[in-house]
């Protein structure tokens, strides 16, 4: 395995770009650094590296050599090849003499730290004065810095003089952004030629220097060359004419001679990457010339300088390097709907049949698909990114190719797997499952495709698709059932159980025939039936459990008969009895109910807020009356209900809601009572002035005892209460009459309650518990025990 240290571009002073290429490495066996091992490099992008395999051999670590297993390859630049380019390479090398596969690798091409200088032939303009004389000479140079660097120079213009230059920062984050520097110095006439040069603030990196003629006595100056660029349409085979416009200020004198090359931002349609022209000035001044070519298509057009170099009377003068020519692209991206194409081709190998034990693999392959009309010569992509990942997400293995096609066969370098000591392994790509697929075309940044900004192009497109390995059945690509579905409805009487059945087929040659099945219901009609679709459907009469049995054939004649066979057993149950509910009673409300109750409330808070004004009336005046007040009014209120309830809703209100508000009415006349007595008890002893209020409840007691006799007429009315003399022969069980007054003192008092679940006679204790007991309430076992001594008291008739 080659691990790559640094991709360095030697950068020769006094040019931007790599004159050399230096890729250093190391290269192991297992893990472990080799020496004296054989290490082949080869070239895949971008387009225009030099072909051919580059060989050198790994370090021993010999003393004085480098370490143990370091590689360097020194590769010449090329044309295009410039700093910060990704550079893509294939490596091996031998192992135990055993040469290994080729490794893809990638890395950007380094410059280093240094500034990139390139200095512009001088300009100098007539001289000036005549003691001393002075030529006026102006320099300038085009810079390149490390991306994210800043760095200062210094002119140095030989004659003892210097200048510094503002601190300059390249902040595009690109290799190759020209930065201009230029300066004008008076040279005293000379003589004796100089060296003007530019040096970095880095004393470690070399300075660029130019040759000086401060002689008055020789051209006198040059005229500056400026290039102006003209583009016209794309041609039929994707060429871009472009005319080129020099003008020199000053003309060129008559009869002097001259020469311009034009260097071109791309190569023309003959291969040419400059053009050199010689003005006619024997004719007179030149102060123009045009230049017209055809430029081969770039990506996202040209973005290269077209710079003029001019010979005037054999000196050279400067010129105007960075005029671009940037026509509109020829061609655009692939087509957005369907950029690119995967297939799959799985090879017919009889290993299948056995377990997988080598790498059996698929050959996968990209088809570019270029939106109508096609390009004529469409771009070819420098490589594809492949990216498979293994079935249930198994591990991502990861290729690069030059290919449109790769096979999966040998294995690829993922995820999915790991080798001796925990590195990267091969992933065996050719277990049973289903594979996903990513593939990314990636095109040369010159390939003729649109770019953005920084130069990158915009179209590298990616594309996902996927496919089956499966040992034997897909071998030929037959039809296989996966499942069987079946939703049995249970048998009803004497109505048999239609059970439907669909089969899940995979078909990927889409050869599927018909399906054959079997019921496993012998002697029943429909037990066996064949259909031209995986779905079915039969009648069972009996209820039990039933093997399903689906043979599903294939009109590939190759293919097994029948292709597959899947059972699956389903069960068929009687219907339950449906269950026989008795639906609840329609919710009922009692308005008599809520009037009655509301009555015999108000007048229970009435009575207690009268009580306790009076009690306050000596400590809080003014609160006592407002009580007093409110009480009376609450009592007053009651009074007026119960009187509407005794008009409207006497005959019609249930006997349990008129007993229920009896015993309540009954407790009341006991709680007045109790009040009454204490507060008498209280004033004896000189307790306050609460005779009054012992009074008062004296009268509420005898107000509850009216409500008391009204609500017993009410329910003797109704026949919720009836007198039954009790004990002897004598006894009479008639009900109440109006002589009620002369049954036995021995006689009980009945409750007659319509509708109360009970039967005979029960006591009042007992009848008040049910009573509550239906309300919701459990009584306590206190009240449980005063039932009982109620009971022996009054007994309660229950009838339904």
Same mark, same amino acid.
């Given at each position: ?73 020194? *590769?010449?630049?090329?044309?295009? /090849? ?10 091996? @090398? ?13 890395? &950007? ?46 002119? &140095? ?136 070519? +055809? ?7 040209? /973005?290269?300088?077209? =710079? ?51 790498? *059996? $693999? ?270 009376? $009014?609450?009592?007053? !209120?009651?009074?007026? !209900? ?13 006997? /349990? ?37 012992? @009074?008062?409840?004296?009268?509420? $007691? ?9 609500? &017993? ?10 007198? =039954?003399? +009790? ?46 007991? !239906? ?26």
């Amino acid at each position: 395995m080659f691990v790559t240290l640094r991709v360095d571009g030697i950068v020769t002073p006094g040019t931007l770009q790599p004159a050399q290429l230096r890729i250093t490495g190391s290269w192991e066996c297992g893990g472990a650094p080799a020496g004296g091992e054989t290490v082949e490099l080869q070239l895949n992008s971008p387009a225009g590296a030099p072909a051919g395999t580059f060989t050198a051999t790994s370090s021993t670590g010999a003393p004085g050599t480098p370490p143990l297993g370091s590689v360097t390859f020194t *590769i010449p630049a090329w044309t295009q /090849s410039v700093c910060g380019m990704k550079l893509g390479y294939l490596v091996r @090398g031998t192992c135990s003499g055993a040469m290994q596969p080729w490794q893809s690798l990638s890395r &950007d091409i380094d410059c280093g730290d240094c500034p990139r200088i390139q200095l512009a032939a001088p300009t100098y303009a007539p001289c000036t004065g005549a003691n001393p004389a002075l030529k006026p000479t102006t320099l300038a140079a085009t810079v390149m810095l490390r991306p994210n660097r800043s760095s200062t120079f210094q002119w &140095d213009f030989g004659d003892g003089n210097s200048q510094s230059v503002p601190s300059i920062t390249n902040s595009s984050g690109d290799w190759n952004q020209p930065f201009q520097i230029s300066t004008t110095h008076n040279y005293v006439d000379s003589a004796a030629q100089l060296q003007a040069c530019l040096r970095p603030q880095n004393g470690e990196c070399p300075s660029v220097c130019v040759t000086i003629d401060p002689s008055c006595g020789g051209p006198g100056g040059c005229p500056v060359a400026t290039v102006a660029v003209s583009n016209g349409p794309c041609d039929a085979n994707g060429a871009v004419p472009v005319t080129y416009t020099v003008t020199f200020t000053p003309p060129i004198p008559q009869g002097v001679p001259a020469s311009v090359t034009i260097n071109y931002g791309g190569a023309n349609t003959q291969g040419l990457l400059s053009a050199t022209i010689t003005p006619n000035t024997a004719a007179g001044p030149v102060s123009s010339l045009s230049h017209a070519t +055809s430029l081969v298509h770039r990506a996202g057009g040209y /973005s290269s300088s077209a =710079n003029v170099t001019a010979f005037v009377n054999g000196q050279l003068c400067t010129s105007n390097p960075n005029v671009l020519a940037a026509p509109q692209p020829c061609i655009g991206c692939p087509d957005p709907q369907n950029p690119i194409t995967v297939t799959v081709t799985v090879p017919n190998d009889p290993r299948w049949c056995a377990a997988v034990t080598a790498p *059996i $693999g698929a050959t996968l392959a990209a088809q570019v698909n270029w939106a109508a009309p096609v390009p004529a010569n469409p771009p070819i992509p420098v490589r594809f990114d492949w990216t498979v990942t293994l079935p249930n997400n198994a591990g991502t293995a990861t290729q690069s190719t030059t290919m449109a096609a790769v096979s999966t066969t040998a294995g690829w370098i993922g995820t999915g797997a790991t080798g001796a000591g925990g590195a990267p392994g091969a992933v065996n790509l050719s277990q049973a499952g289903t594979y996903s697929v990513s593939v990314t075309a990636v095109f040369a940044p010159n390939s003729g495709l649109p770019t953005d900004a920084s130069g990158t192009i915009t179209c590298n497109t990616t594309a996902p698709a996927t496919f089956r390995l499966d040992p034997c059945d897909t071998r030929r690509d037959c039809p296989r059932v996966t499942d069987l579905q079946a939703n049995p409805p249970c048998i009803s009487g004497n109505t048999p159980s239609r059970v439907a059945v669909t089969a899940t087929v995979d078909d990927p040659a889409g050869t599927a025939g018909t399906t054959d099945w079997n019921f496993d219901d012998p002697g029943s009609q429909g037990n066996q039936i064949s259909t031209a679709t995986p779905t079915a459907s039969h009648d069972y009469a009996v209820p039990g459990t039933y093997t399903v049995t689906a043979r599903l054939r294939s009109t590939d004649p190759g293919c097994p008969n029948p292709a597959s066979v899947f059972s699956r057993p389903i069960t068929v149950v009687r219907c339950p009895d449906p269950p026989t509910t008795t639906p609840p009673p329609p919710p009922t409300s009692d308005p008599c109910a809520a009037l009655l109750w509301a009555a015999i409330i108000c007048m229970a808070l009435g009575g207690v807020l009268v009580v306790l004004g009076c009690v306050l009336s000596t400590a809080v005046p003014q609160a006592s009356v407002v009580l007093m007040a409110v009480g009376i $009014g609450l009592t007053v !209120l009651g009074w007026l !209900l119960l009187f509407i309830w005794w008009l409207v809703c006497r005959p019609i209100t249930a006997c /349990s809601v008129i007993l229920a508000v009896r015993a309540f009415v009954i407790a009341m006349i006991a709680v007045f009572a109790v009040i009454a007595i204490v507060l008498a008890i209280l004033a004896a002893f000189g307790v306050g002035n609460l005779w009054p209020c012992a @009074g008062a409840a004296t009268v509420y $007691g005898l107000n509850w005892g009216i409500v008391l006799a009204i609500i &017993d007429g009410v329910a003797l009315a109704r026949g919720c209460l009836v007198a =039954n003399p +009790s004990g002897g022969a004598g006894s009479s069980s008639s009900p109440l009459t109006g002589n009620a007054s002369k049954k036995s003192a021995h006689g009980t008092l009945r409750m007659v309650i319509p509708g109360l679940p009970i039967a005979g006679t029960v006591g009042l204790g007992t009848a008040l518990s049910r009573v509550t007991s !239906l309300a919701g309430i459990t009584p306590c076992e206190p009240c449980r025990q005063r039932a009982a001594r109620l009971d022996e008291r009054v007994q309660i008739s229950g009838r339904r």
